[in-house]
Each structure stands twice: as C-alpha cells, then as structure tokens.
C-alpha cells in the first residue's frame, strides 16, 4: 500500500503565476486535509476535504487559494498570482473516517516564489 | 481555539543523555495526540499517537504521556543517539474539528 503521495515535491513560480499542487491519498483514505509549513514554523492547517466536498476552510485565505478533491484523480491545491509570502512547504495528509486514526502526511511540495 | 506550545523550542545534548520534550495545548476537548519527526527538507515521520483515554504510549527508547486534564504531553527520548537530531512536533486532534493543530516544534542536536 504506496503511502500518500505528492507532486511535484519542489515547483518554483515567478510572482503572478499559477501554482497547483498535487496530492493522491493512500488507498481507502476518502479525507484529504491540506497544510501549511512556513520556515521555521510548525504546520498550519488549511483546508479539509471529502470527495467532491469541502468540510472544513477556515485555514484557507479568502483569495487566490482553492482545493478540490475530485470524485476521481487527485487532490489539487491551487493558487493563483502566487506572491514571494507563499514560499512554504505544503503537506498532503489523509486518514479513513475513523477519527481516532491518524493522519498520513505525504513529503510534501516545497513551492518558492521568485 | 486550540493553541499548542512546544518547549523548548532548540535543545541540545551530548549523545547518551535522556531528555525530555514538552508539549502543552489549551482545549482539552481532543481525540488524540500525536508526536512527529521531521527531518531537515523532508516530511513528517509519525513517532507515537496516543487516544485521548490512555495515558502514555512506548514505542522502542520513546515514550509520551498525555494529561488531558492539564492540556499536557512529554516526549521522553532515552539513551539519545546522534541519529535522534531531527525537529519533533507536537499535534492534537480536535474532537469538534476534525484535524490537527501543530506546535512550532522543538529542534534537537544530539552532539556525538
């Protein structure tokens, strides 16, 4: 069973430019969460997803990002006319519904802005 | 709103030393708790979760408690190796919220 799976690991964007990330789930895992890692800095969450559903936003900023996780391929971060403050390192974890279980974090996607 | 705290925040020791890291959270309304590494560049390493009924959980020289009551985990890490240098993160689930909520970690040097 492949663990959770992220594309590309490093993607470099000049300022106005589109950045989309990728993310495939561990096989059974229907959740999806998105977070944040900025230097030096613990991970924020951003955004919880089910298939074809947004659970949960609230760690999302109002513009320029959205999320989707399709009825089929992979979760997709996008953000639009990236600016230098979205430097980061975004992780991709999933988990079945169970709540007691914990989340499956991929290596997540280094994104830095020129 | 959850907030969770880690110290300290750097940390550094000869190899062979025991220590110990703190992690500490405000809501105590939580599923569980878990305890990562993350190497320099790299992902997370799931090390230890521990359900919001239990009181600590082993795994090989780690060991963490939870005091819920207290908003309160530690990390013990025994006989450090240098291999053990990484950052450690502290995150809690929620029970209303269904995701986590990360400290800012505590980065360790174990110094041969």
């Known amino acids: 069973n492949a663990g959770v799976m992220q594309n590309p690991r490093h993607l470099v964007r000049r300022r106005g430019q589109e950045a989309r990330l990728r993310c495939s789930p561990m096989k059974g895992h229907s959740h999806v969460y998105w977070y944040r890692q900025l230097p030096e800095e613990g991970l924020k969450f951003m955004v919880y997803l089910q298939k074809e559903n947004i659970i949960d936003e609230s760690g999302m900023p109002k513009e320029r990002f959205s999320a989707e996780f399709p009825k089929e391929g992979p979760s997709i971060l996008r953000i639009q006319q990236v600016v230098r403050g979205d430097s980061a390192a975004y992780f991709c974890?999933?988990?079945?519904?169970?709540?007691?279980?914990?989340?499956?974090f991929g290596p997540g996607t280094r994104l830095t802005v020129l | 709103k959850q907030e969770v705290t880690q110290i300290p925040a750097a940390l550094s020791v000869p190899e062979g030393e025991n220590l110990v890291l703190n992690c500490s959270f405000t809501?105590?309304?939580?599923?569980?708790l878990q305890w990562f590494r993350q190497d320099p560049g790299k992902g997370l390493t799931s090390l230890l979760l521990i359900q919001s009924s239990q009181r600590e959980q082993t795994s090989g020289r780690l060991n963490a408690s939870l005091d819920k009551s207290s908003g309160r985990s530690t990390l013990y890490i025994a006989a450090s190796q240098p291999g053990d240098s990484a950052t450690y993160l502290c995150a809690v689930r929620h029970r209303n919220f269904n995701k986590f909520y990360f400290g800012s970690g505590t980065k360790l040097n174990v110094k041969p």
């Open positions: 809501d105590s309304a939580i599923y569980n």
């Open positions: 974890a999933s988990s079945p519904p169970t709540v007691t279980d914990t989340q499956y």
